[in-house]
């Protein structure tokens, strides 16, 4: 069946670091692919997503490019900050006839000053 | 507009003893979901309805687990009886529905079963 794979946390790392997190993903067809954020106390938010290869999503400083060939979906900050803190969930669903999202274990990021 | 809306926040049961959520969904959304979301792991999905019909429950534990959207609004997640295993968080969210339309997702109610 549909499946992620994330990496693993925690990831802690000082403001205006680099940031990636990768995510890889194994399905049939032609899945679009979505970056949810839950922070502290919240619901799950969308992030960003593509929905087919080579597409590129972005939102807040954050980007991640739908790689068919690697099946991965890594999501990328060029400089992190505090409130960038929370649990970031990589997911896809199919692209036909089910709305189901398919979510990894999600990766705790934490920025400190 | 308001959000997706779940209640209660968090509950605490002891086991055996039945438990209800609820969720409001946002206004118009005629797809709904409900997903259990245990610590340190993605949410799954449980059930999907659109508007009163529960089109895809094949991961609702139905020897315990229930659930209902009547008019097609909002939708209520029972559990009976609780087990320790159950404990975790019940998350709620909306769509308008069809492939390209994002989800929303209310707060979760956190269930802690003893």
């Known amino acids: 069946g549909d499946s992620v794979t994330q990496m693993e946390g925690p990831v802690t790392l000082s403001e205006e670091a680099f940031l990636t997190i990768n995510c890889t993903y194994t399905a049939t067809g032609y899945p679009s692919l979505f970056w949810y954020v839950q922070y502290p106390g919240e619901g799950l938010q969308l992030l960003l997503k593509a929905t087919k290869a080579d597409d590129k999503g972005s939102n807040k400083g954050f980007e991640a490019t739908y790689r068919k060939e690697t099946t991965s979906f890594h999501l990328e900050k060029g400089s992190v900050q505090v409130s960038d803190s929370a649990v970031y969930f990589c997911a896809l669903r199919k692209a036909f006839g089910n709305e189901k999202l398919t979510f990894g274990t999600g990766t705790r990021l934490t920025i400190i000053p | 507009e308001a959000g997706v809306v779940q209640s209660p926040r968090y509950k605490i049961i002891e086991k055996k003893q039945p438990v209800a959520f609820w969720c409001n969904p946002i206004?118009?959304?005629?797809?709904l979901y409900w997903y259990l979301q245990n610590l340190g792991q993605g949410p799954e999905l449980l059930i999907r309805y659109e508007n009163e019909e529960a089109v895809d429950d094949s991961q609702l534990p139905k020897d315990r687990f229930s659930a209902e959207r009547l008019k097609g609004v909002d939708s209520t997640l029972k559990i009976q009886p609780a087990e320790l295993g159950d404990s975790a968080v019940y998350l709620c969210a909306s769509s308008l529905g069809g492939n390209n339309n994002e989800q929303f997702f209310g707060p979760g109610t956190r269930l802690t079963v003893l």
């Open positions: 206004s118009g959304h005629n797809t």
